[in-house]
Each structure stands twice: as structure tokens, then as C-alpha cells.
């Protein structure tokens, strides 16, 4: 009896029922009035079950467009910002992005159901270690996970058709422009005092950047180094 109970526990905890289709679709709603426009991102954030990728605990208000806590002092960031910085990407089906802060994983699921092939780098041990874990990634062979310092990029794997930065940068890194494809965009989030102002980068083909300013955001920091957990 004890263990069928667990059994059901377990199977919720990966379900995903129309009450959290019916909630993802308010979610869509709420973003539309925020002025998320870019059908693609809209349909991807339908498309994948957030509540996933917390804790059971947060079942509830997993749909909320709110930022919460993974562990590690780490968060999933807000939908709203998800949905924004993919739109501000322009997405093509198959182009190669780098993303630096894999976190929860969320951001890099939303840009894979966009049809990107995602490679995405986090500096936590223990963030990576339960990413490789887990079992919904699986279905994404279109995500690449890796370990390791976001601001060095990934030179064996570039260029890169795009980059996003889903921490506060404190500046753009010189690394990440130079794995940017000429004609490629990075759209980072940099530290402007207490805030972050969310910059497009587009590195034009004759290597000179035109820099793009949007609006203002709270991200966790863009931390040098990796850190390895133990
Ligand atoms: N994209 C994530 C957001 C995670 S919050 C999501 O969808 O959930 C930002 C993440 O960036 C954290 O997990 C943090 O550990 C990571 N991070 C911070 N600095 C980094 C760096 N230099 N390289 C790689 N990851 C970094």
C-alpha cells in the first residue's frame, strides 16, 4: 500500500494534466499582454510543462510568471523573461546557440522546442549533475549539456549563430563576441548598478558590433570560475 502511494506521488510529480495545460495557456495569455508577440516562443512556452523543472512543492504556482528558487542559491528564471530574451533572439529552426547559465534547464528546453540546437554551460557541479539526471532532457537531443565557466564560451564548438546570457553580466565578454558567427546577435543582460539593462549585440559582418539597448531586468550574477559543489 505504502509503496503504491509513492508510486502515485512519483507519477504526479512527472504528469502533465489538463490543469496545467489550462494554466500554461493563462500564462500565454499573461505574456501576450506583456507584449510577447514572436508565435514560436509563444507556442514553446505552451508547449513545455514548467512545472517540471521545480520542485513538486511549487506545483501550484508553477504557472505564476515569477522566478523561483532551483537550489544552490540558483533560480528558474520569470517566463516573461524567458519569452523575452527568446524572442529578442530571432530564432531559426536548426541554428546553433550557446547558452551560458544553464540553471533549471528551462530556457534551453524552450529554445530547443524552437527547433535550435542548443549548447548550454553551467558553472554549478551540482546544477549539471541533476540536469544530466534528468530524464525530460532526454527527449531533446538537441541540447548539449556542459560544465564549465560561461565567460570562456565554447571555442571547439563555435562560431555560434547566437548567444544568450541568462545571468548579469558585468560586462559583454570579449570571448563570447569572438565565437559569434559574423551576422550572429547575443543577447545579454549587463549590470548597470543594482539592475540589469537587457543589450543585443550583433557582430556585423565586417566584425564591427552594433550594440541594441532594451529594458531592465533582475538576473542572479555571472560568476567567474566553476564551482564545484562538494
Ligand atoms: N537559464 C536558467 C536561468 C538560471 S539562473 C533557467 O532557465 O533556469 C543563472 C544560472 O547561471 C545559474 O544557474 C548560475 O549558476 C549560472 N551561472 C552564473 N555564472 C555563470 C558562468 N560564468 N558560467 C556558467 N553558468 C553561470
Known amino acids: 500500500m505504502a509503496l503504491a502511494v509513492i508510486l502515485h506521488l512519483l507519477m504526479r510529480r512527472f504528469e502533465d494534466t489538463y490543469r496545467h495545460k489550462g494554466l500554461r495557456m493563462q500564462l500565454v495569455k499573461v505574456l501576450k499582454e506583456k507584449g510577447i508577440t514572436d508565435e514560436k516562443v509563444l507556442q514553446a512556452i505552451t508547449n513545455v510543462p ?3 523543472f521545480m ?20 533560480t528558474i528564471s520569470q517566463p516573461y523573461t524567458v519569452a523575452y530574451q527568446s524572442q529578442l533572439l530571432e530564432i531559426k529552426p536548426y541554428e546553433k546557440i550557446l547558452e551560458i547559465g544553464t540553471g533549471s534547464a528551462y530556457q534551453a ?3 530547443a522546442e524552437m527547433g535550435a540546437q542548443v549548447f548550454t554551460i553551467e558553472r554549478q557541479k551540482k546544477l549539471f549533475d541533476s540536469n544530466k539526471a534528468f530524464h525530460l532532457l532526454k527527449n531533446y537531443p538537441n541540447i548539449k549539456l556542459f560544465y564549465g565557466d ?4 565554447l571555442p571547439t564548438y563555435a562560431p555560434f549563430d547566437k548567444v544568450i546570457i541568462t545571468a548579469a553580466a558585468p560586462f559583454v565578454p570579449p570571448k563570447l563576441v569572438d565565437q559569434l558567427k559574423a551576422g550572429g546577435k547575443m543577447v545579454i543582460p549587463v549590470d548597470e548598478g543594482s ?14 558590433i552594433t550594440e541594441e539597448l532594451f529594458d531592465y531586468f533582475s538576473f542572479v550574477p555571472m560568476l567567474g570560475g566553476k564551482q564545484n559543489g562538494n
Request: hydrophobic share 30%; proline share 2%; net charge neutral.
Open 109 to 111: 528546453v524552450v529554445l
Open 55 to 74: 520542485d513538486s512543492a511549487f506545483d501550484k504556482i508553477a504557472y505564476e510568471d515569477r522566478a523561483f528558487p532551483i537550489g544552490e542559491g540558483q
Open 50 to 52: 514548467r512545472h517540471y
Open 150 to 153: 560561461g565567460f570562456e564560451g
Open 195 to 208: 539592475h540589469q539593462r537587457m543589450k543585443r549585440i550583433t557582430k556585423n559582418t565586417d566584425g564591427s
